[in-house]
């Protein structure tokens, strides 16, 4: 029997990255993206293995626009079946997670493990987010389920130690998932991945539609960012790969001592690929060279604006030039010296500006005399 599955992951409704309401928007648009092509090719359902929403209480814009895409699915009498990622379930005890909401309004389905959805004669089971503290239970629990066939499904959104090794970030291995599934649909991680075992059965990641955070740039460049269309025409699944269209983020490393020469290649390089005012990408800059002051550091950067939506200082690697500051005690010096041998050596104020930002630091408590001072730093004169 001929069965199309859209798997979909980590789709994080309501996330604002960096607080701009655009990536907002950036994040509900890639899921109505899926949407769109979950009907366009007429598939038997959509799976989503955990992290729909960002957060475990959405705000009520996340909620309405989650029931507005997803009632376009159900008229088109697709199902939506979905697990709870770590994201979107609730700490504390007594709260429940945000689907309920949606399952009141029979929009989507949350699958379990004692008992499979069953679409045409697809098997599909879930497990939702179990944490590190409980991974024994997972382990049990995985090796509780015993599908019928290969035509079968089982997600997850859990972190596996041969894909994330690092301490306290996996809760189980690929050697606990049970055998005998046609399909192991994984959440969590959000650069997509997939495996054909030696039997046939696929485990496949299909990651977060969007970059969420400047980690995925490297593998969305890779590997893209969308969905997987799994195709269950025969025994064993074949899958395809849907790409989303995203707003590009790029890691862009300048030097100080080339500042003016390194930001208009930037700039030059940004226009070539230039996709329109809609989609202007975001910059996460890190900074080589000799250290220099922040504001005037901020100030070169300003022609960045014309071009890119957003744009920060993700990694500042500038070394210090001066010969390292020598603490000694305060007792020895005082705490006023040390604070201006810092603020002229490090951070490049001239003796005056160091002075009145003691003076500042000194006054933190009148508001009065701060904003005087403040007035006189920056040259404002009101
Ligand atoms: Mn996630």
Redesign the pocket.
């Known amino acids: 029997m001929m069965v199309q599955i859209l798997h979909i992951s980590?789709t994080?409704l309501g996330k604002r990255q960096h607080s701009l309401a655009e990536r907002e928007k950036d994040i509900y648009d890639v899921f109505s993206q899926l949407i769109d092509i979950a009907i366009k090719e007429r598939v038997d359902a959509v799976i989503h293995s955990?992290?729909l929403f960002d957060v475990s209480n959405p705000t009520t814009n996340a909620l309405v626009i989650a029931v507005k895409i997803l009632k376009k699915l159900k008229d088109a009498n697709i199902p939506f079946l979905s697990i709870p990622?770590?994201?979107d379930t609730p700490k504390r005890k007594g709260y429940i997670i945000p689907h309920n909401i949606l399952t009141e309004l029979d929009l989507i389905k949350i699958l379990n493990y004692d008992k499979p959805y069953i679409i045409k004669d697809i098997e599909i089971y879930g497990i939702p987010h179990i944490p590190t503290v409980s991974k024994n239970v997972l382990v049990s629990t995985l090796s509780s389920l015993k599908p019928k066939s290969s035509r079968s499904i089982l997600l997850l959104h859990q972190g596996v130690k041969q894909i994330l090794p690092y301490d306290g970030s996996w809760q189980m291995e690929l050697g606990s998932l049970p055998k005998g599934f046609g399909y192991y649909a994984l959440?969590?991680l959000?650069t997509r991945w997939r495996l054909i075992q030696d039997d046939g059965s696929i485990i496949a990641i299909a990651g977060?539609p969007d970059i969420?955070r400047e980690e995925e740039i490297e593998g969305y460049e890779k590997f893209g960012k969308g969905a997987y269309l799994i195709d269950f025409s025969k025994d064993l699944p074949t899958l395809t790969t849907i790409n989303t269209t995203v707003r590009p983020q790029k890691v862009v490393t300048i030097n100080t001592k080339n500042l003016k020469n390194d930001i208009s290649k930037i700039k030059s390089d940004l226009l070539k690929n230039n996709k329109g005012e809609n989609n202007k990408p975001i910059l996460h800059i890190i900074v080589e060279g000799e250290r220099m002051r922040k504001d005037l550091l901020y100030r070169e950067l300003l022609p960045l604006n014309d071009i890119a939506l957003y744009y920060r200082i993700y990694k500042d690697e500038t070394i210090q030039s001066v010969d390292n500051l020598t603490y000694t005690s305060p007792q020895d010096r005082g705490l006023d010296k040390i604070i201006i041998e810092y603020l002229t050596k490090y951070e490049k104020f001239n003796e005056d500006e160091a002075n009145l930002i003691l003076q500042m630091i000194k006054n933190v408590d009148s508001e009065d005399i701060v904003n005087e001072i403040l007035k006189r730093l920056t040259g404002v004169n009101l």
Do not use: E, N, R, W
Request: aromatic share 0%; no cysteine.
């Open positions: 980590d994080h955990g992290d990622g770590d994201h959440g969590h959000h977060s969420m």
